[in-house]
């Protein structure tokens, strides 16, 4: 743990020079700091740390929380986030909430200041920032930015003190940027929690006297708040898009933000546009047997193996794979902003599983159906494409053999992991065994995230190296490019254009998107269409394009890489 003396030479050396103050002083913060306690139950526990020692401390001190399970399900099971709180007792407040969002997040990072560092049992959850006297190491602050572009949960406290009593009752003193700045770098979302406690009457009537002694009343104040409940309001996730574009200050937004937080905590609507919960995770053992059920089509070089899913009522697999997609499409700016992303749809069409057997992780997965069937007049759904285009006259031979693909996703924590090609081995494995199939058709996602001239540039470049064919179709809501980019690519040189068009959208900070580069190289040149682009009012206004592959045109490398059986260990 910690002593007096350790404290007064490390943060105030000053004090530690004058032998007669250092005693003085040693001798009134033992007493007001409780050293013998704190020192006993260091000694009790010596083996504990983490997330164990801050359960032992809550124990101790008899410490109870609370928060409706609701608004639990707002922590983010995974992915970014930065976690801000207020401050009101300065002590166990802050041990009860890492305890809380420890239960869901199991990476929590907390950035503390210099006392809460002396705790060494903490040491590896937290990370360093000098509220005290300023300037903070570079490699301090890399650090946070660092574990949040890994996907991490970070917990700051803006004000970085206790709060004190206000004409407003008992409210954090002035926030600092610090929290903004970091989730500003990092394009995080930032998540509010409102913590209900207070001190006593004595620490407030002190502050008002001598803000630094009451400073030093906060340990005594925390053996005061022995067998207390704690509640707490968490609010809903504030993403990226509802404060990275403002005309206000740094220093306003700020204002906003604990405005924000106060309001949650007396049952008000807040200031920030925010998304509602993504649903909890399916349980383990219960969608591990839910997917031994299913068709096994094979299994990957690494262990992966893939499923084939037809919906059954009550299912687990379908509810991971809803929370799952709203995961994934929300991390590139769409999403629906429900819970889970499931429509009328999935339970008509075949769901192609990818599944980690090692972490019992779904990893991704693709929706398809046979559009034969799907087309037929008492069908109770019809095709999903037909909700983003009216299909015309003329589509016989695309619908008698044809798959309609749609819905893909990779969860965020395997992106980079070759998953959506294993995804493709698995729609090979599906056409070896089912060969009536020639089309693969279906809508293609791009995001309105993108800047609005590299929506119209990709728009551009595949409408005219790929034009329509294989069918008819308009779209409802066509996405209209504007008249300065139409004549950016001739079509004549489809290598020097590609890369012109990679430069271009790298010079924005964008890519190409991953499956309109997987469909349109799958096939030698004249295999591959684009029908149309549509705007979507219920992913936030994404384009998708309707791409239609011709398999008999395939390239050699690519029949051999998913049609073979090179890549993928068949089932036995």
């Not at 030479?9 to 009134?28: C, G, I, M, R």
């Not at 359960?55 to 109870?64: C, D």
């Not at 002590?91 to 950035?111: G, N």
């Amino acid at each position: 743990m910690f002593t007096v003396d350790e404290v007064l030479n490390k943060h105030y050396p000053q004090v530690a020079n004058n032998p007669l103050l250092f005693k003085s002083l040693s001798f009134v913060l033992r007493h007001l700091l409780h050293e013998r306690e704190i020192t006993e139950f260091g000694e009790t526990y010596p083996h504990y740390e983490d997330i164990d020692f801050v359960e032992q401390v809550l124990e101790y001190f008899n410490i109870s929380y609370s928060t409706r399970d609701v608004e639990k399900e707002r922590i983010p099971t995974e992915g970014r986030v930065v976690i801000i709180a207020n401050h009101p007792i300065g002590s166990l407040d802050a041990l009860a909430l890492i305890k809380l969002v420890s239960e869901v997040r199991h990476d929590l990072k907390v950035v503390a200041n210099q006392m809460l560092m002396a705790i060494e049992p903490l040491h590896d959850m937290l990370l360093p920032v000098n509220n005290m006297q300023g300037g903070t190491p570079k490699q301090h602050l890399s650090a946070i930015q660092s574990h949040l572009k890994s996907e991490g949960a970070v917990l700051i406290f803006p004000a970085g003190e206790v709060s004190r009593l206000r004409p407003q009752g008992v409210r954090d003193t002035r926030w600092h940027s610090g929290f903004l700045r970091m989730a500003r770098q990092a394009k995080s979302p930032i998540l509010p929690v409102y913590i209900d406690a207070k001190n006593s009457p004595l620490f407030y009537g002190v502050s008002m006297v001598y803000k630094p002694l009451a400073t030093a009343l906060l340990v005594k104040e925390m053996f005061k708040q022995r067998k207390k409940h704690l509640p707490m309001r968490i609010g809903e996730l504030i993403p990226f898009e509802s404060y990275q574009q403002t005309t206000i200050s740094l220093k306003d937004q700020v204002k906003l933000f604990k405005r924000h937080l106060y309001r949650i905590g007396s049952n008000k609507k807040g200031i920030f546009d925010t998304q509602a919960p993504v649903a909890t995770p399916e349980d383990r053992k219960e969608l591990s047997r839910a997917i031994k059920q299913c068709e096994h089509l094979g299994q990957t070089t690494d262990g992966k193996s893939i499923y084939l899913y037809q919906h059954k009522n009550c299912s687990p697999i379908m509810r991971e794979i809803g929370r799952l997609r709203e995961i994934a499409f929300r991390a590139v700016g769409e999403g629906t902003n429900k819970r889970r992303d499931i429509d009328t749809y999935d339970s008509h069409y075949y769901h192609l599983v990818l599944w980690d057997e090692v972490d019992l992780e779904i990893v991704g997965a693709y929706r398809f159906g046979d559009a034969q069937l799907l087309t037929q007049e008492d069908h109770p759904t019809g095709l999903y494409s037909a909700t983003l285009f009216d299909y015309k006259e003329g589509n016989d031979a695309l619908f008698e053999q044809g798959l309609e693909l749609g819905r893909s996703f990779v969860q965020p924590r395997y992106w980079g992991k070759r998953s959506l090609d294993y995804l493709w081995f698995g729609i090979g494995a599906f056409l070896n065994q089912y060969p009536k199939y020639r089309y693969l058709f279906g809508a293609v996602s791009l995001s309105n995230a993108y800047p609005q001239p590299a929506k119209d540039l990709i728009v551009q470049f595949y409408s005219t190296y790929f034009p329509a064919k294989f069918g008819h179709a308009e779209c409802k809501r066509p996405y209209q490019m504007s008249q300065e980019i139409i004549h950016t690519f001739t079509g004549n040189d489809y290598k020097a254009e590609f890369t012109q068009l990679k430069h271009l959208l790298a010079n924005m900070g964008v890519n190409v998107p991953t499956l309109y580069k997987q469909y349109s190289e799958v096939c030698k040149e004249g295999g591959v269409a684009f029908l149309g682009f549509n705007v979507d009012p219920d992913f936030n206004d994404c384009i998708d394009g309707l791409v239609v592959v011709d398999l008999e045109t395939l390239t050699t490398k690519k029949r051999k890489r998913y049609l073979g059986d090179v890549n993928l260990k068949q089932s036995a």
